[in-house]
């Protein structure tokens, strides 16, 4: 095992001279690594180890830029799958570090990456190939808006493949690759959002621009764990960007009529109660956060199941009439209006009507919701509203009301 980890470090150390000595050591290391994967690093902390090992060598800080750029024309062109898993572990690290190497891999559209990504993905053979491929094509959409032809990749046969993992996989001791597949499937959500707002679609009464939706809407009843565990992440996750991508999931099946009770009861009550902690407990700085819970809350109490059931009903009201400081607790901050209105929408609805006093909204918004209305948008510049903090920045319109 030593000698292994030494001729690394020798094969690394070779190509420290120029840049074709560089891209040539590169050439070995990889096939080095990837002929021996199966016999040398004992487990997956140290074949990780053996990937990261490259990007902290003296060859990599000098010439970091082309070595990347010959990685990524490698992993565009190989085949063989010992050699890919090298590859793509690379390619991951490296774009952890830094977001722009994701957008490189499909910048130019010749590479085909998100269309090979998905082939590893829907492979019947699955293994460590499937499982990076997930989480690079994830990585990928975090900061990268798809092509439309990249877009139609995500087909309806496809996302039944991911859901269907889903549920494959809801027994395992390891829960990694079961969340990594959800969250891929968030992340499609996002894209087909973003899609939604550029693309002028004839208007069709059975046709839903949004394929996540449609095959979730198909699958009711059908798809429990995806459902139990979107919800069971929300609960548990403190990364504030899964929670957003998780908070537009549920907005769109909130207000779209075929999805509206595509959660079972039970789970909707857990939901409450988590929509309820999150709301007490989130840090002022996350205030962009705070909205985006209370415009999920409205079309979660008027549209779903629970408009019958009032779950909660009074812990609710307590909830919203702190967030505005109209409650026996003391209120030393201001209060933005962007706050005061959706505070004010959840107070207007029946949910609250037998225990609430009648209040008017000085936007005059309506008591329906306008469905789908998280639209979505490119913009250089960073926005807090961002579940990626790249540059995805999310506009609301709420009965024709923007807010951000």
């Not at 702190?322 to 107070?347: E, H, Y």
Request: proline content about 3%; some cysteine.
């Amino acid at each position: 095992m030593e000698q292994f980890w030494s001729e690394l470090d020798e094969i690394l150390k070779q190509g420290e001279n120029n840049q074709d000595s560089a891209l040539n050591s590169i050439n070995v290391y990889i096939k080095f690594v990837s002929d021996f994967k199966d016999k040398y690093p004992e487990c997956e902390t140290e074949f990780m180890h053996c990937c990261y090992k490259l990007l902290v060598s003296s060859i990599y800080q000098n010439f970091s830029d082309r070595i990347i750029e010959h990685v990524i024309q490698h992993a565009a062109k190989k085949t063989d799958v010992k050699e890919l898993c090298v590859l793509y572990n690379i390619l991951f690290l490296a774009g952890r570090e830094n977001k722009c190497i994701f957008k490189r891999m499909v910048n130019e559209q010749e590479r085909n990456f998100v269309s090979k990504l998905k082939d590893h993905i829907e492979s019947k053979d699955g293994g460590k190939l499937q499982q990076i491929s997930i989480k690079l094509l994830f990585e990928i959409c975090r900061v990268q808006r798809l092509s439309s032809d990249e877009l139609d990749l995500i087909d309806e046969l496809f996302l039944n493949h991911l859901l269907d993992l889903v549920e494959k996989t809801r027994d395992d001791e390891d829960e990694t690759f079961n969340y990594s597949v959800i969250c891929l499937i968030l992340s499609f959500n996002e894209q087909f959002m973003l899609a939604a707002m550029s693309q002028e679609e004839e208007e069709c009464d059975d046709w839903n621009p949004n394929t996540v939706l449609r095959v979730l809407g198909e699958r009711i009843g059908s798809s429990k764990t995806f459902s139990e565990n979107v919800i069971f992440m929300l609960n548990r996750t403190v990364d504030h960007n899964i929670q957003m991508l998780i908070l537009k999931l549920l907005y769109e099946i909130f207000t779209t009529p075929e999805t509206y009770e595509y959660f079972y009861t039970n789970d909707l009550r857990v939901l409450i109660d988590v929509f309820i902690r999150e709301l007490y407990d989130l840090p002022e700085e996350s205030e962009a956060l705070r909205h985006t819970y209370l415009r999920v809350l409205y079309p979660l109490i008027i549209n779903t199941q629970l408009s019958q059931h009032r779950y909660k009903q009074h812990q609710i009201y307590s909830l919203l009439l702190d967030l505005i400081g109209t409650s026996m607790k003391q209120q030393f901050k201001p209060i933005s209006p962007t706050t005061k209105r959706l505070v004010d929408r959840c107070l207007m609805t029946e949910y609250l009507n037998d225990i609430a006093p009648p209040r008017k909204c000085g936007n005059e918004i309506k008591r329906t919701p306008t469905p789908n209305a998280l639209v979505m948008r490119m913009d250089t510049a960073k926005d807090t509203n961002s579940s990626n903090g790249n540059g995805f920045t999310v506009e609301v319109v709420i009965d024709g009301v923007k807010s951000m």
